[in-house]
């Protein structure tokens, strides 16, 4: 599985960035996919993700200003970011696992397949 996020920026705070992820597999379907982020000297932290019935989980510092979604025909993520901080500042990384337990959860370990990351800076 080949996953590759796009769509990261500079932006003011208050303002909206679109972040795009997509997960090639030839061989198996995604169960779910995920956004995490990380600054440096911290440990990575799941941010929002969705399963393939299109049930969404969010941290709790993003919820009611960040939106989820998926293409499950183009096997795509998306992160619809509005009134973004300063303290989102970050490398956003998507993930995807193959098998999912009732859940898809916001922790590192659930996830196999991970893209490069994309930078995401709010300036205030």
């Known amino acids: 599985v080949h996953v590759a996020e796009s769509g990261g920026g500079s932006v003011q705070a208050g303002g909206s960035l679109r972040l795009s992820c997509t997960a090639s597999?030839?061989?198996?379907?995604?169960?779910?996919m995920t956004w995490f982020r990380q600054t440096p000297g911290k440990e990575r932290e799941g941010v929002a993700s969705?399963?393939?019935?299109?049930?969404?989980h969010y941290a709790d510092s993003v919820r009611g200003r960040f939106t989820v979604s998926r293409d499950n025909a183009k096997n795509s993520l998306y992160l619809e970011m509005n009134n973004l901080r300063p303290d989102d500042t970050a490398t956003y990384y998507c993930?995807?696992?193959?098998?999912?337990?009732?859940?898809?959860?916001?922790?590192?370990?659930?996830?196999?397949?991970w893209g490069q990351g994309t930078q995401v800076t709010v300036s205030s």
């Open positions: 993930a995807a696992a193959t098998v999912a337990p009732m859940m898809c959860l916001l922790t590192v370990p659930m996830y196999g397949y």
């Open positions: 597999s030839s061989s198996y379907s995604i169960a779910c």
């Open positions: 969705i399963d393939s019935d299109g049930d969404t």
